[in-house]
């Protein structure tokens, strides 16, 4: 789908997405949480649903693939 429907996952100051060059997954960087978070895309509907996340990335702003879509890479702006 070229179109991705919302989704309330409760996270907030959403900075960085990236969806998977298959178009099945999308992740989410949350700025105020520093969670980044996994999305399955429904390739019918574009409906999201919520895989989990991991923390410890404080200040999250940006996300994106390595050439190869292998390893997703995140700028976390605040250091611990």
Do not use: M
Not at 1 to 15: F, M, Y
Not at 49 to 59: D, E, H, K, P
């Amino acid at each position: 789908p070229s179109e991705v429907n919302s989704i309330s996952t409760g996270l907030s100051a959403i900075r960085g997405i990236a969806v998977t060059p298959n178009g099945k997954f999308l992740y989410s960087a949350s700025w105020s949480s520093g969670a980044i978070s996994i999305f399955s895309i429904d390739q019918a509907s574009g409906e999201l649903t919520l895989g989990g996340s991991v923390s410890g990335c404080a200040g999250a702003v940006g996300l994106s693939f390595d050439p190869e879509s292998k390893y997703l890479f995140a700028g976390c702006s605040w250091a611990h």
